[in-house]
């Protein structure tokens, strides 16, 4: 496996974070019938079989679903509560990270308990790293630039080695370990911070191109 080249880690000790409280997360550091024919049925003026005025009652539209979106963050620093923020992490400034945990039924070892994610949109740094591992297999692209966005997991950093015995968690390893539902959860994340929507579509034709003749 070629070697991940983005470190976001830094190798003093330090905290990358505020420590947190119970009641506050840390601050990150710089998302019938059964015959054959039925009986015969005698003719009833219609009026006879409208119900009642006051017997109508008009349904209430039905709820629609609503859409499952990764949320914007509310320009806060802080992490929640429940996150595990590895010592030592740095976080790119001015930029969304999302933080989530996998329920322990979603995974392929409930026994391991909740599993926990840090991810962020990959760069184009990233995005060759994704390319050289899935080598020339598009259908292979999708899943390594998934495990690209993943920044931490478990509170502990990534680790791109190859070999799960050298420190951090192993990439492939907890890849694995989250399951198929994890593994869905964490591809349809990605479509949604690397894709455009179609009102995102819509908007930037509509409103964010302009052409001009030039003679």
Known sequence: MAKNEANWFDGDGKAGQEE???????????????????????????????????????????????????????????????????????????????????????????????????????????????????????????????KQMIRAADGMPINWTGDPSAPGIDIDRFWHEIGQKGRSILHRITNQLCVMSEEEHADFFEHCIAAVRTG
């Open 20 to 146: 947190g409280t119970d009641e506050q997360g840390a601050v990150l550091e710089i998302e019938d019938d059964n015959e054959s024919q039925g009986a015969v049925m005698d003719e009833v003026p219609i009026e006879e079989l409208q119900p009642p005025a006051a017997d109508l009652k008009t349904e209430e539209p039905k709820k629609l679903t609503p859409r499952h979106v990764v949320p914007k963050s509310n320009g806060t620093r802080r992490a929640p509560v429940w996150a595990k923020i590895p010592k030592g992490m740095k976080f790119p400034k001015g930029i969304d990270v999302l933080i989530l945990r996998i329920r322990a039924e979603l995974t392929m070892y409930p026994g391991k308990g909740e599993r926990q994610v840090i991810i962020w949109q990959v760069t184009d740094g990233d995005q060759k790293l994704a390319i050289s591992r899935a080598m020339g297999d598009s259908n292979r692209l999708g899943i390594e630039m998934t």
